[in-house]
């Protein structure tokens, strides 16, 4: 079998494209961990990288309905997405 590596740009490509299961899960419970009360989602860089702001607002919101966390809201502004654990506000 032929095989031909892939740069980093195709490879971001990819997997911006593709589906991953639980990540926004995994996400949120590190978030909720680090016991911060905001943060912006790196949408540049790591499991999110080239995806769009409402793709990522919408995993998220999910996640947060699924995992009953009523504390925790997800806000998108433009190309941005962040999280916010309102009871640390």
């Given at each position: ?40 989602v790196?949408?540049?860089?790591g ?17 947060i ?23 640390l506000?």
């Open positions: 079998m032929a095989t031909h590596a892939l740069d980093a740009d195709a490879l971001r490509e990819l997997l911006a494209s593709s589906r991953q299961r639980g990540v926004y899960k995994v996400e949120l419970e590190n978030f909720l961990s680090s016991e911060t009360a905001g943060a912006e790196d949408l540049t860089d499991v999110f990288a080239g995806k769009a702001a409402a793709t990522v607002k919408q995993g998220f919101t999910t996640a309905d699924k995992g009953n966390h009523e504390n925790v809201r997800v806000i998108s502004q433009g190309e941005r997405v962040f999280l916010v654990n309102t009871s506000v």
